[in-house]
Nanobody, 113 residues
Framework: QVQLVESGGGLVQAGGSLRLSCTAS????????MGWYRQAPGKQREMVAT???????IYADSVKGRFTISRDNGKNTVYLQMNSLKPEDTAVYYC???????WGQGTQVTVSS
């Protein structure tokens, strides 16, 4: 059974930092591109960052230079380090496995001004 479990969300002031984690089970983690997406109220879900099985990363323009995606294949975990957070980063953040087409349930990130 595939599971993607996100953690690390919360409430932070603008300019602060959070680190999200997504731990996978039931999949061969090392072969799949993993991604972080987010959905703000009233908006469509959007890509934040992805990391391939080989470690190639892609970022949305809105988070370049502030967010860093990384993975630890030994722990079946993908991370999203978020620095210099802005109120517009407020959203539910979802983890995604492209190979298995599977979403996590999401974790709320709220940035206060």
């Amino acid at each position: 059974q595939v599971q993607l479990v996100e953690s690390g969300g919360g409430l932070v002031q603008a300019g602060g930092s959070l680190r999200l984690s997504c731990t996978a089970s039931g999949i061969i983690f090392s072969i799949t591109t993993m991604g972080w997406y987010r959905q703000a109220p009233g908006k469509q879900r959007e890509m934040v960052a992805t990391i391939s099985s080989g470690g190639v990363t892609i970022y949305a323009d809105s988070v370049k230079g502030r967010f860093t995606i990384s993975r630890d294949n030994g722990k079946n975990t993908v991370y999203l380090q978020m620095n210099s957070l802005k109120p517009e980063d407020t959203a539910v953040y979802y983890c995604y496995s492209s190979y298995y087409s599977y979403w996590g349930q999401g974790t709320q990130v709220t940035v206060s001004s």
